[in-house]
């Protein structure tokens, strides 16, 4: 290998890392999972623990490993439950039948959460 070919290299691996590093900066790890149903939020989770949440009649959502998705549903079409489990802020799962969202976030949602807490 001549010391051009070298500098190539080193160049393309330069860039491949700075997309590779723009890329997970742009596409961040969720932090929180919001649950809402109807519009409204019914809890909020960190992704930190791994969790089951019953939502609603017949929904079951899994924190696990970082990752969330929909365990179980009775809806009909069960898109939910299919669904890839999510893991990147802004990601959602939504059932649709059952009027139930799931969505990570990066940060938390409500700041509601902390006042009534403390
Ligand atoms: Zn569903």
Redesign the pocket.
Known sequence: MKKNDFMLIAVILAVAGAVWLFHSFSSRQADYLTVSVDGAIVGEYPLSKDLEIPIGKG?ICRIEDHKVF?AS?????????HHTAIQADGETI?????K?TLTVHHTKQQSEVDTIVS
């Open positions: 929904n929909m549903a009775d809806c009909p079409d069960q898109i939910c439950v939504i059932c649709l039948p059952n139930v």
